[in-house]
C-alpha cells in the first residue's frame, strides 16, 4: 500500500523567506503522480503542482519549485519569496495513473510572518 | 469552466436524520471520490467510483452509502448520521493526471 508522510505539522516562515515542506511516500510503483495542494481559510483545495514520476527534471510554477529523488522517494515543496496569502495547510498527495490510489499526508499548517 | 459542485456547503443536523450531500462535475471523468478531512488525519477516502454504477469502499466506509446512476452525479448518503461524522467532506473528479476538489461540506452532526 502506499503512505505519504508529512513529518511537519506546523510551519512558520518570515513574509519573502524562503521555505520548505517536506513529504516522503512509500510506494512499490514506477510510473505515479505527486501533487501539493494548498488550502487556505476558504477550505478550497487547491492545486499548487503537479510532478509525473517518469520526469526527472523539477516541476516549478512561479514561486513554488519542487525537489523530486525519485529513490530517496520524496517530494519536498519550496515556496520562495513568502507572501501573506500563502498562510495555509499544505498537504502532500500521490496518485496513481490509473485504479482509485489517490493518498493524502496530514498536511503542513504553514503560517507566513509579516 | 471545469468545476466540481457539492452542496450543501454547511450542515448541522441531530443524529439519526438522513441526508445526502450532492455531488456534481462537468468533465465528464469516469472516476469520482468522497473523502473526509479530520485534524491531523488528512484527507481519507470513503468510497470511490470508477463508472456509472460502478462503485467500491475506500479507507473509511462505514456508516456512508453512495450511488453513481449518472456519470455526472455521485451523492453521498448518510443514513443514520452520528456525532463521529462531524467532518469536513469533499467529493472529487478525477482524469489520468489530476484531481479536482468541490468546495466542501462541513458537517456537523449532533
Known amino acids: 500500500a502506499q503512505t505519504v508522510t508529512q513529518s511537519q505539522p506546523e510551519m512558520s516562515v518570515q513574509e519573502a523567506e524562503t521555505v520548505t515542506l517536506s513529504c516522503t511516500y512509500d510506494?512499490?510503483?514506477?510510473?505515479?503522480?505527486l501533487f501539493w495542494y494548498k488550502q487556505p481559510p476558504s477550505r478550497q483545495m487547491i492545486l499548487v503542482i503537479r510532478q509525473e514520476a517518469y520526469k526527472q527534471q523539477n516541476a516549478t510554477e512561479n514561486r513554488f519549485s519542487v525537489n523530486f529523488q525519485k529513490a530517496a522517494k520524496s517530494f519536498s515543496l519550496k515556496i520562495s519569496d513568502s507572501q501573506l496569502g500563502d498562510t495555509a495547510m499544505y498537504f502532500c498527495?500521490?496518485?496513481?495513473?490509473?485504479?482509485?490510489?489517490?493518498?493524502f499526508g496530514t498536511g503542513t499548517s504553514l503560517t507566513v510572518i509579516p | 469552466e471545469a468545476q466540481v459542485t457539492q452542496n450543501p456547503r454547511y450542515l448541522i443536523t441531530v443524529t439519526g436524520k438522513k441526508l445526502t450531500v450532492t455531488c456534481s462535475q462537468n468533465m465528464n471523468h469516469e472516476y469520482m471520490s468522497w473523502y473526509r478531512q479530520d485534524p491531523g488525519l488528512g484527507l481519507r477516502q470513503i468510497y470511490y467510483?470508477?463508472?456509472?454504477?460502478?462503485?467500491d469502499k475506500g479507507d473509511v466506509p462505514e456508516g456512508y452509502k453512495v450511488s453513481r446512476k449518472e456519470k455526472r452525479n455521485f451523492p453521498l448518503i448518510l443514513e443514520s448520521p452520528s456525532p463521529n461524522q462531524t467532518s469536513l467532506y469533499f467529493c472529487?473528479?478525477?482524469?489520468?493526471?489530476?484531481?479536482?476538489f468541490g468546495q466542501g461540506t462541513r458537517l456537523t452532526v449532533v
Open positions: 472529487a473528479s478525477r482524469s489520468d493526471t489530476e484531481s479536482f
Open positions: 498527495a500521490f496518485m496513481k495513473p490509473v485504479g482509485n490510489q489517490f493518498y
Open positions: 510506494t512499490s510503483e514506477s510510473n505515479y503522480y
Open positions: 467510483s470508477m463508472n456509472v454504477e460502478v462503485t
